[in-house]
């Protein structure tokens, strides 16, 4: 018998919206098992069932739930901040209850005392982790968990912040129902048991999966189903077409944001070229004029509206979020009806099509070469395949190129269970990161309390299970050479068998910077004191291995490593004298020479599609780069002057500033106190003779009108504020002369 909402032990208000809002009266089978564990009622539950089985929404009413019944907190925390983003668009609809909803990603060095006030708070990892640090007091009012992509406790580095987040929620002695979702994982049994939770796991989908190979011209399924395609010019055009032309559309998941581009490219071209009307051109038209206008790069903006003319579109990190989010629009409403993307869509963002095509299993990994993707991913694409309520099936299709590699195909993903989850917990980077994190915010003063934090550790369970003494011994040498790696690095310090963090320890740990990356800062900070300049701060910045290092493409060699040997000795943490480094050894280097000169020229106005094509930086990378150079910039800044380092920690600020709003010192004061102007017409009001507030304040609006890019509207609000800055004194005033903007003919 069908459960309907109606009979759920749910505030009457909220099963009202449920009906009404939501347009949901019963469950699905998933649904029900869990209800039936007791995710309404406070039970912990781990949900692993395919995509679009309703365990996301059903998570989404326990949280509302609690709200409402316990007078609790939830918090929601998932790996990427898109998600978030999701998540918190997702969310809002239940404000009309009175619930209190917002997200945090950022500031790791803040105890966000502010969110005290919300009942349902979305982060990600990273930012729950980093408030458990701080813990502020209304981490008690909290009763509920829930963890979105539980499969990403597998992840090298997402995964030891979730288990150090379930460790340190156990260690202040908070029971919160923890909620547990995912659609691929192998081991779910041993990740419940681990969290304490009861587990649902189905494969039960709301409309049916069909998995296939597709060999020219048949694409066989698993149901034993064969079907004819007619083909076109490539595999993926023919699979791709066939869907559209039956009605419905097509995702094709790439290994690379090039391949993606070249898809789409074709995608676009057989969309037009077909004689059949497969798209609403005027209304395809509008939308691609909205994301031309939306991209900051003007030429990402025109090759993307171009394909959306055609239904057709890529998608990829490299695009700014507001641009993916009208790509992704767009494609919900069927005006775009072909979307090649890599695996950014593979990651929980909502976006189904009656067909998923991989268009290649195999990518390139760094020091291995091409390999094939892992079960779990595949898993994952497959699982976009189907729309409930609009598509009568879904087909998520692999490609092969001969008899045999088709059944290996078979083997090797359609058939096969996604891998079992292994914790990455005691890499030595992780291990460190997270034993200065519990001795530095009070979790742990000595080793039978460390050994506590560890034994609440996935990683620790399934030493226990899989290993024996000899490795348990093993392992505890381990921690111990990471003690002493943060004692010699001066983080901790230890006394009678007791551990304290140091002034510096208590730095690293507030700013979430890992010991590595903080001890390489600590070292070049005191190498370049008297010495700095924007490059070489860069360079040591961009030495975290949070930030992905720009390659050095063939053909490129010669260009960086004479840029990285003219600079060598302006450069920090270089040898004294240039060794024979092999090509091995150099490249790094002059990839980190190369990202950093990269946001050399951002803070020197270099227009966004110049450094597009010369560093090919898209949009959405410079993005990534700003803000995690904020953040990076902030930490160097902040043991800058732990170390004492004064007129450092000043410049690094002043650099800081200029990596946020991308602009020379001269102007800076511009952007940084008006709003409403960003880099672009900062400079031309600094051109124009506006080089101060008071400037501003004592202009008229027609004046500021002859300035490009100031409109009436915008000339009176900056009156306004210039005004009201000076009044009230809030004007944040920027040394003009701090560093000279210069060209980078003074450093290469």
């Not at 991209?295 to 979020?321: T, V």
Request: hydrophobic residues 40%; aromatic residues 6%; proline residues 4%.
């Amino acid at each position: 018998m069908v459960m309907l909402i109606a009979d759920l032990s749910l505030p009457d208000v909220l099963k009202s919206f449920i009906e009404e809002k939501r347009n949901a009266k019963f469950l699905y089978p998933p649904q029900e098992e869990a209800v039936r564990r007791g995710i309404l009622s406070g039970e912990s539950v781990v949900m692993v069932t395919s995509t679009a089985s309703g365990k996301t929404f059903l998570a989404e009413v326990a949280a509302i739930s609690n709200v409402l019944i316990n007078d609790k907190k939830t918090i929601v925390t998932v790996p990427l901040k898109a998600l978030a983003y999701e998540k918190l668009m997702d969310f809002k609809a239940y404000e009309e209850l009175g619930i209190r909803i917002t997200a945090s990603t950022g500031e790791y060095d803040s105890d966000d005392r502010w969110l005290e006030s919300f009942d349902v708070i979305i982060t990600t990892y990273e930012k729950l982790d980093s408030i458990l640090r701080h813990k502020p007091a209304w981490l008690s009012d909290v009763g509920q968990l829930i963890i979105d992509e539980l499969h990403y406790l597998g992840d090298s580095e997402r995964g030891p912040i979730i288990e150090s987040i379930i460790s340190k929620v156990k260690l202040l002695g908070l029971t919160p129902q923890i909620i547990g979702l995912s659609a691929t994982i192998g081991n779910a049994e041993e990740l419940a048991d681990w969290l304490g939770a009861k587990l649902v796991k189905t494969n039960w989908r709301p409309i049916p999966l069909r998995e296939g190979v597709y060999l020219r011209p048949f694409l066989s399924f698993n149901d034993g189903t064969k079907v004819r395609v007619r083909e076109m010019s490539d595999p993926v055009t023919s699979l791709a077409m066939d869907s559209l032309n039956g009605g419905g559309q097509a995702i094709v998941f790439t290994p690379s944001r090039s391949s993606a581009v070249k898809v789409a490219k074709q995608l676009a071209k057989a969309i037009c070229d077909s004689q059949s009307k497969l798209i609403d051109v005027e209304t395809a038209s509008r939308t691609a004029e909205e994301v031309r206008r939306a991209s900051s790069s003007k030429l990402l903006g025109d090759e993307l509206a171009q394909l959306i003319r055609c239904g057709a579109s890529f998608h990829h990190a490299g695009l700014e979020l507001e641009v993916r989010r009208l790509i992704e629009d767009a494609f919900r409403q069927r005006i775009i009806r072909a979307l090649a993307s890599t695996t950014t869509l593979a990651a929980g963002v909502n976006l189904p099509a009656r067909r998923v095509i991989i268009g290649d299993y195999r990518r390139y990994e760094a020091g291995e070469g091409m390999v094939d993707i892992p079960v779990m991913e595949y898993k994952q694409m497959a699982g976009r395949a189907g729309r409930p309520g609009l598509d009568p099936y879904g087909e998520a299709v692999l490609i092969a190129s001969n008899d045999r590699e088709a059944r290996r195909l078979f083997d090797l993903y359609v058939n096969a269970e996604p891998e079992n989850v292994v914790s990455r917990f005691f890499v030595e980077e992780n291990l460190a990161f997270n034993l200065l994190s519990i001795i530095a915010s009070g979790y742990a003063s000595n080793m039978n309390e460390i050994n506590d934090f560890l034994s609440n550790t996935l990683a620790y369970s399934q030493y226990r299970i899989a290993s024996n003494v000899i490795q348990r011994n093993a392992l505890m040498r381990r921690v111990e050479d990471m003690l002493r790696f943060l004692m010699e690095s001066g983080f901790i310090e230890e006394s009678n068998g007791e551990f304290a963090a140091t002034p510096l320890g208590l730095g690293v740990n507030k700013t979430y910077i890992d010991p590595y990356t903080a001890n390489d800062y600590v070292r070049g900070l005191k190498e370049l004191n008297g010495k700095a300049n924007s490059l070489n701060l860069l360079f040591l910045a961009v030495k975290s291995r949070k930030i992905p290092k720009l390659r050095v493409k063939r053909g490129e060699e010669d260009k960086w490593s004479d840029a990285l040997i003219r600079n060598w000795s302006r450069l920090p943490l270089m040898p004294p004298t240039l060794p024979d480094y092999d090509d091995d050894e150099l490249n790094p280097l002059m990839e980190e020479l190369k990202t950093a000169t990269m946001m050399l020229d951002w803070i020197n106005e270099i227009d966004e599609d110049e450094l597009l094509k010369q560093y090919d930086a898209q949009p959405g990378d410079l993005r990534m780069y700003i803000d995690q150079l904020d953040w990076l910039l902030g930490a160097m800044a902040e043991l800058a002057r732990i170390l004492k380092l004064r007129e450092l920690a000043g410049r690094i600020g002043m650099l800081r500033l200029r990596v946020k709003y991308g602009i020379k010192a001269d102007a800076l004061e511009l952007a940084l106190n008006l709003e409403g102007i960003g880099r672009a017409r900062a400079r031309e009001l600094y051109r124009a003779g506006f080089k101060s507030i008071e400037d501003i304040a004592n202009s008229t609006p027609a004046k500021l009108q002859q300035v490009r890019g100031i409109g009436p509207t915008l000339a009176n609000s900056l009156i306004e504020q210039a005004k009201k800055l000076i009044e009230t004194g809030r004007i944040t005033r920027v040394p003009r002369d701090e560093e000279p903007s210069g060209d980078l003919s003074d450093y290469l």
